[in-house]
């Protein structure tokens, strides 16, 4: 199994940055990809950036330009840098591990941070 604890988020203002952390531990060489989702009231969860094994990245159009998802190996640690926070930015923010372990799909979530971008 893979666990997973996020750190980070809190109350910043517009044009602030933030940095999210998601470390997994368990059977961590078995995930293929670890994406971060976010999920305001009144909105459905939305995937906001994903980094895949062999460093490949994904950003949700709203984004780009302004997150960027990295990792740390040696940590079992990726990071979600956030700039130039919008309040439209104001969400959950999830961290996500998919992979497969003797050939069974998985997917495994972390308890979710607040991120709070004031006016």
């Known amino acids: 199994q893979v666990q997973v604890v996020q750190s980070g988020g809190g109350l910043v203002q517009a044009g602030g940055s ?4 998601c470390a997994a531990s368990g059977s961590t060489f078995s995930i293929n990809r ?19 094994s062999g460093g490949r990245t994904n950003y949700a159009d709203s984004v780009k330009g302004r997150f960027t998802i990295s990792e740390d190996n040696a940590k079992n640690t990726v990071y979600l840098q956030l700039n130039s926070l919008k309040p439209e930015d104001t969400a ?16 495994s979530w972390g308890q979710g941070t ?3 971008v004031s006016s």
């Open 92 to 107: 959950v923010y999830y961290c996500n591990t998919e992979g497969i372990f003797i050939g069974v799909q998985y997917a």
């Open 34 to 52: 670890i994406g971060w989702y976010r999920q305001a009231p009144g909105k459905q969860r939305e995937l906001v950036a994903s980094i895949s």
């Open 18 to 21: 933030l940095r999210l952390s």
């Open 114 to 116: 607040q991120v709070t």
